[in-house]
Structures are given as C-alpha cells and as structure tokens.
C-alpha cells in the first residue's frame, strides 16, 4: 500500500510563503511521477505544478514564478515552495503520485493540507 503524508500547511498574509512537503511511503516501483493540486470551495481541483516522465516540470498558469516545484528522489518526497501567496491561492493543497510497474499506471492521492491565504 503507498502512502502520501503532507505537512506545511497553514495560515499566511498575502507576499507570504509556505513550503508544502510530500513524503510517499510503500511497494512504489518503475516510472513514477508526483505533482500538486489544490481545490478551492465551489471549484474543481487543479492541477499546480508537477513533474513529466521524463523530469520536466509543468505549472499552472496562475502559479508560474511564485511556486516551485522539487524532488528528492531518493526519499521519495516532493516539495511545493509557494512565494508572494495570494488570497486566490487559498485552497486545499494535495500530493498526487503516479507510478507505472511496466504493465499500469497506479495514481495515489494525499489527504490534503489547507492553506489559507488571508490578512
């Protein structure tokens, strides 16, 4: 079973930063790829930022150079840095994992970290 533990949410003003970890845990094998959501009240969640196959980074419009995205492959962990956070950023974060074993992809979700963004 693979598990997904969060932290670094929290409370922020606006101009402030959160640093979001990820640390994935269990039988994760071959291919795999992480990237952060979030989903705010009354939207669909969305894709923030995330890694490609082949090691790329992706990042939603509305984050590019604010948010970072990082890895340590060898703890299995992803971090989101997020910079000059804004009221609109306020959502609840979550870590996705995918990872193919050759034969399937599998997709695991974290539980979710909220961060507030508010004066």
């Known amino acids: 079973q693979v598990q997904l533990a969060e932290s670094g949410g929290g409370l922020v003003q606006p101009g402030g930063s959160l640093r979001l970890s990820c640390a994935a845990s269990g039988a994760i094998s071959g291919i795999n790829v992480m990237g952060w959501y979030r989903q705010a009240p009354g939207k669909q969640r969305e894709l923030v930022a995330g890694?490609?196959?082949?090691?790329?980074?992706n990042y939603a419009d509305s984050v590019k150079g604010r948010f970072t995205i990082s890895r340590d492959i060898a703890k299995n962990t992803a971090y989101q840095q997020m910079n000059n956070l804004q009221p609109e950023d306020t959502a609840v974060y979550y870590c996705?994992?995918?990872?193919?074993?050759?034969?399937?992809?599998?997709?695991?979700w974290g539980q979710g970290t909220q961060v507030t963004v508010s004066s």
């Open positions: 996705n994992l995918k990872f193919s074993n050759g034969i399937q992809w599998y997709e695991y």
């Open positions: 890694f490609t196959v082949d090691g790329r980074t």
